[in-house]
Structures are given as structure tokens and as C-alpha cells.
């Protein structure tokens, strides 16, 4: 599985978008992006994955760029309860009996009031 | 529609003891995946269970080992446990047809190693 890369940390206002970005550049074809989050002592919570087009569901948006060596996890309106560490991960068919998921270090979002 | 649920949600045992952590998955899916996460760290994949079997594992000792049931819940066993046993483990569940479709996790079983 490819290999992703995201900022440390990052701190964001209470209302206001939070953007996470995540590098991917060794991702291939096949390989879909997802993202997860994990607030303290409770299991990583799925947010949204996508392949190559932009998705958007009721939590997030998720922007791919057209090489696909990137991605931005956005948080239209940020809120307390959005702090937690964010995972970006790449992995082939990551819902299958065959997806194995590496977690890296992760981006801790601050949300601030 | 219940989520992953995790038994127990906390457990101390004493170095050499072994251990058993259980994982009923989300209704419709029938793979399991057991993950160790350390503090401070990310979960670290341990091995992943479908159709009864191993089917993938990761860089983890002998000494963990699990099981799938006919009806998709799994065990994780740990045997002759050392203090750096201590995690947070965590069990996935997905499902075998739906490509790309998301994992889900549980959870966790906190254990503490003394």
C-alpha cells in the first residue's frame, strides 16, 4: 500500500472549514483513499474514501486531485467535537477480505472556540 | 443496526497470563480485522479473518493468534503476555463483496499488562 504523508498538527476555529491535507504520491491505480478519525480512547471512526472522483458526504468533503498524488479532507463547518486525529490511508480494495490498513502518525486538529 | 462491539472493554493481566479479547461484527459484514495500537501511536494491523481463516497478517509474534466463527465474530489470543502487550486493541469489520467499501472499527479492549 502506498505511503502517505500529513502535517502533524493543525488548529482551526470553532465554525470556520478545516482542511487536512494528505500526500500520496506513490498511489496507484487501483488504490482508493480513506479517511478515518480517532477521538481519545475510542475506536478510529470512518469519515469518507474515495477513488479518483471528489466525494461528499453528511460529515465531509473530499477533494482528489487529478494525478491523484493528493488529497483534502474538508470539514465545511468545524465544531469542539470535530478534534480529534485524523487518518488518511491508502489501501486496495480496503473494504475486502484482502485490505490491510496502515495507519501513519496521523494530523491532530485543534479546534479552537 | 449495531456497530462492532468489543468484549471486555477493559482487562488487567500479569506478565506470562494469556488473554482472549472478542469482536462481533457490524451486521452485514463478514470479515474481521484485529489491530494493536501502543500510545501515542496509530493501530498497528495484527491479522485479518475471513471465511474462518487467516487470510493476511502482519509483523506480530506466534504468540497472537485468533479465530473466526460460522457466525463472522472473532477471538484474538494472546499468550505468554509481556509488559509491552499493553495497548489498546481493536477489532474492523467489513464486508467481503463491497470494493473500496470502508471498514468499520470498534471500540477497543484496553489492555493493561502489570
Known amino acids: 500500500d502506498a505511503k502517505t504523508t500529513q502535517p502533524p498538527s493543525m488548529d482551526c476555529a470553532e465554525g470556520r472549514a478545516a482542511n487536512l491535507p494528505c500526500n500520496h504520491s506513490?498511489?496507484?491505480?487501483?488504490?482508493?483513499v480513506y479517511w478515518y478519525r480517532q477521538i481519545h480512547s475510542q475506536g478510529p471512526q470512518y469519515i469518507i474514501h474515495?477513488?479518483?472522483n471528489n466525494e461528499t458526504n453528511e460529515m465531509a468533503s473530499l477533494i482528489i486531485t487529478e494525478d491523484r498524488k493528493s488529497s483534502t479532507l474538508i470539514l465545511p463547518h468545524a465544531t469542539l467535537r470535530d478534534t480529534a486525529v485524523y487518518y488518511c490511508?491508502?489501501?486496495?480494495?480496503?473494504?475486502?477480505?484482502?485490505?490491510?490498513?496502515?495507519f501513519g502518525q496521523g494530523t491532530i486538529l485543534t479546534v479552537h472556540p | 443496526d449495531a456497530g462492532v462491539t468489543q468484549s471486555p472493554t477493559h482487562l488487567i493481566k500479569t506478565r506470562g497470563q494469556q488473554v482472549t479479547l472478542r469482536c462481533s461484527p457490524k451486521?452485514?459484514?463478514?470479515?474481521v480485522s484485529w489491530y494493536q495500537q501502543a500510545l501515542g501511536q496509530g493501530p498497528q494491523f495484527i491479522f485479518q479473518?475471513?471465511?474462518?481463516?487467516?487470510?493476511q497478517r502482519g509483523n506480530f509474534p506466534d504468540r497472537f493468534s485468533g479465530h473466526q466463527f460460522p457466525n463472522y465474530s472473532s477471538e484474538l489470543n494472546v499468550n505468554a503476555l509481556l509488559l509491552g502487550d499493553s495497548a489498546l486493541y481493536l477489532c474492523?469489520?467489513?464486508?467481503?463483496?463491497?470494493?473500496?467499501?470502508?471498514?468499520?472499527f470498534g471500540d477497543g479492549t484496553r489492555l493493561s499488562i502489570l
Open positions: 474515495g477513488l479518483k
Open positions: 451486521s452485514g459484514h463478514d470479515t
Open positions: 506513490t498511489i496507484s491505480g487501483n488504490e482508493y
Open positions: 490511508i491508502v489501501s486496495r480494495r480496503g473494504g475486502t477480505s484482502y485490505g490491510k490498513l496502515t
Open positions: 479473518y475471513y471465511e474462518e481463516e487467516e487470510r
Open positions: 474492523a469489520s467489513g464486508h467481503s463483496g463491497g470494493v473500496g467499501q470502508p471498514q468499520h
